[in-house]
């Protein structure tokens, strides 16, 4: 059994948000084969200028028995 949902929101066409959760199990993704339990991806994403963006991102997945959860930041640029 696997459950899985995506909600998306534009608050204008360069800012948006991201929710996905899963539940269940998983098999055959990049970094993980066959895992089960709980993942959790939140994005917050701003296209500042053409080519260019800033992501602010929290993950909550399991690995290696536990719960591991991270926040991490992005921003590509183009000159």
């Known amino acids: 059994f696997s459950g899985y949902a995506q909600l998306r929101y534009h ?3 360069d800012l948006y948000a991201r929710v996905t959760f899963q539940k269940g199990g ?15 991806d939140a994005v917050v994403g701003w296209h500042y200028r053409q080519w260019s963006d800033i992501f ?7 690995f290696n028995g536990a719960q591991e959860r991270r926040i991490l930041s992005k921003i590509s640029f183009n000159y």
């Open 11 to 13: 608050f204008s066409p």
């Open 26 to 40: 998983v098999s055959e993704l990049a970094d993980y084969n066959s895992v089960k339990g709980t993942f959790f």
């Open 56 to 62: 602010l991102v929290y993950t909550d997945q399991p």
